[in-house]
């Protein structure tokens, strides 16, 4: 499995298929996500990014943030 892999080489892996804010069909169009549900999921990877892997720029509390 890809998280399998990516614990073999240590590097960060972040399901969000099973995230339930994607599950809404509104954002989605022919089984891809729709520019809504595109511009939501961006918001949501660059935000855990940002809180996961540099909390100190960003000054966020790492045990702060609210997980989803």
Known sequence: SVKAVCGRYHVAFKDYSQDS??????????????KDGASMFTSHLASDIK???FPEVFGVNKDAVPKR
Do not use: G, T
Request: proline letters at 0%; aromatic letters at 30%; charged letters at 10%.
């Open 21 to 34: 804010i994607y599950l809404h069909l509104q954002y989605f169009f022919d089984n891809h996500m729709n």
């Open 51 to 53: 809180h996961e892997f």
